[in-house]
């Protein structure tokens, strides 16, 4: 029973090839976006590479890039099918290399599905990568003078400018860091000396933040300083103040800013997938369809174009049963130099496709 | 004598209306670019016209857009009797007035030309405009309780964020006035009131600057706070401090950033100049070149295609002469009233 059947008469069937061929080049400007789409995700990923811990959330736009390109030349290739299949003298050597297209196509759509789901299945891994990141930044905010720390400084300091945040759940993460490094500090002073005393760790510890930390939107000249002391600051209330600082934290900022990026494409790549999908069953409507022409008495008569030649059961068991043809093919050969009559016999009843040399065995 | 003369047969005016049909499609969309740049430079001014205390001049971006919709005009309609120029009978209806549209076109690059001079020279107002607003800003910075002011102090601590700038000139700016309100000073404290005792204002000055002045590539925490104290501080020397605050003032990096535009919108209104002459020379060519056929009923003859039909000298004689003429044409006939009224 043939899946899906349709006619097509020789109008038809130039419809669908110019149809196709247009479809075909519209789903190669979309391989090129998809491709463009990765390159962006990846620039934004590696430009706050400093603050991740792991590459793992990479794999989306590693994937999206590779599609991308594999996409625009799975349909140019469609594209110079459709402009052949009009020729008779031209479609036929296309026939094998229809097989792979399939394949490769079905396989593209397959990717895409993938990447939609890990953006959202690898969500808690990039929350993860940050959180450690962003706790190695705030740690090493300091050590201005060490190779290969020293520029921890600006990038966390700029990181909480652009993303309007503090710290790596909020504005506390500092007070339980040394930030100030020690290079800056009179260890002679008795406030430092006490400072130092007042913890385990021996770190100056500060109930301060950075000057980055500070929010533009208050009304208040900035107060970075003795955030818990009340009494420090005039007409100051430490559980009362809300625009003096950015309330948010980085680790959630950048979560949110990463989801929504990838949120906004999800869309585009879904979109894509549907216009793969349809140049996929055109262009098998039009092999069917042509091959059928061509085997006609008269070409330009009606034929017959379908999805599948049998049923989508039997297809199936075909094509299992040539895996395994194929897998037999392999093992039998050794077989058949120790015993080339019985494996003959035995080739014959099994696999009558083959194109097995040994003569069939008359025993 | 006319001024570059160029014989020409069917296929080269063919080829010619051709090219010049191109063109003027370029040309829309350079009339398009125009139009664009103006309306950038326009929503850019009024991005920051608080900075400029409201009064910015906006007549330079409004001027692009106007250049810009009338070269998008002009240039479809030229593209248009470019077209028709390859059918005698379309082109009859366009012919009368396509010398008068010749000498608007000329005019019109002559103003556009003007245009590209004045971007390059409306740097120097700019430059007096933003200084005054920025003076004014800083006075305001602390006003975030007074209506139609209280955004004042986020504004400037943006811009110098963005712009990497601190005060008008440099951060000593920030040391000759108030910049926080008095609504957080306690004025019971003695140091509050020896600040405010020690000048004439009665301001409560201190050499400290705000938050937005910091620079993030300083190795040390940012010291904002007695900056001219070196005791105040360990290991600290005003002097020779240099990566603390950012050590441009706002007025240069604001000039050069609107500058820098300007220079490139004027370079860009010059190129555009350039096409839109290059297509005034390729329609006077089209132009005279049809209008010259040696045998007007059959459209394959010869003809010629010239610039000016006299030399240069000559044109303009002709010019001035006609303009007497009309000078005096109104003269003769007062003349000519009088003496009618008084010989009947």
Known sequence: MVLLKMKFTQQRRVRLAQGLWLLSWLAVMCGAFIFCLGVYLKTELLRRAEVMDNAEIHVVPNILMMVGLASIGTNWVASRVCQDSMDASRFPRWKVLLLVWFGAAALLCCLLVAVVVLSYALQGRLEESLKVGLRNGIRFYKDTDVPGRCFQKETIDRLQMEFRCCGNNNFKDWFEVQWVSNRYLDFTSKDVKDRIRSNVDGRYLLDSVPFSCCNPASPRPCLQHHLTDNSAHYNYEYQAEELNLYSRGCRQALIDYYMDLMNSTGPGVLSVILIQISVLVSLRYLQTAVDGAMALENPEGNSEGYLLEKGLKETLEEVKANVLDMLKFGQVDPAAEESPEAAGGEKAADSPTEKAASPPSTS | ?344
């Not at chain 2, 007549?59 to 250049?67: A, G, Q, S, T, Y």
Request: charged fraction near 20%.
């Open chain 2, 1 to 344: 004598m006319a001024l570059m003369l160029v014989k020409f047969d069917l296929k080269k005016r063919v080829k010619l209306a051709q090219t010049v049909w191109f063109m003027y499609w370029f040309a829309v969309m350079a009339g398009v670019l125009v139009l664009s740049m103006g309306l950038f430079f326009k929503i850019e001014l009024r991005k920051r016209s608080e900075l400029m205390d409201n009064n910015e001049s906006h007549f330079l971006p409004n001027l692009l857009i106007l250049m810009g919709i009338i070269t998008c005009g002009i240039n479809a309609f030229g593209g248009k009797v470019c077209y028709d120029s390859l059918d005698p009978t379309k082109f009859v209806k366009w012919k009368p007035m396509l010398k008068n549209f010749l000498v608007f076109c000329v005019c019109f690059n002559a103003l556009l030309l003007v245009t590209a001079v004045l971007c390059f020279l409306m740097r120097i107002p700019l430059q007096f405009t933003l200084a005054e607003g920025l003076r004014n800003g800083m006075r305001f910075y602390k006003d975030t309780d007074t209506p139609g002011r209280c955004y004042m102090k986020r504004t400037l601590d943006l811009m110098q964020m963005e712009f990497r700038c601190c005060g008008n000139d440099n951060f000593r700016d920030w040391f000759e006035i108030q910049w926080v309100s008095n609504r957080y000073l306690d004025f019971s404290a003695k140091e509050v009131k020896d600040r405010i005792g020690s000048n004439v204002d009665g301001q409560y000055l201190m050499d400290g600057v705000p938050f937005s002045c910091c620079n993030p590539s300083s190795p040390r925490p940012c010291i904002q706070y007695q900056m001219t104290n070196n005791s105040a501080h360990y290991s600290y020397d005003h002097y020779t401090e240099d990566l603390n605050v950012w050590k441009r003032g706002c007025r240069d990096a604001l000039l050069s950033y609107y500058g820098g535009m300007m220079n490139t919108i004027g370079a860009l209104v010059v190129l555009v100049t350039m096409l839109e002459v290059a297509v005034t020379v390729g329609m006077q060519y089209v132009h005279s070149s049809l209008s010259t056929l040696a045998n007007p009923e059959d459209p394959e003859s010869e003809s010629e295609g010239w610039i000016l039909e006299k030399t240069v000298k000559e044109t303009f004689t002709d010019i001035m002469a006609k303009m007497k003429a009309m000078g005096k044409g109104s003269k003769v006939e007062e003349g000519g009233e009088a003496a009618g009224a008084t010989v009947s």
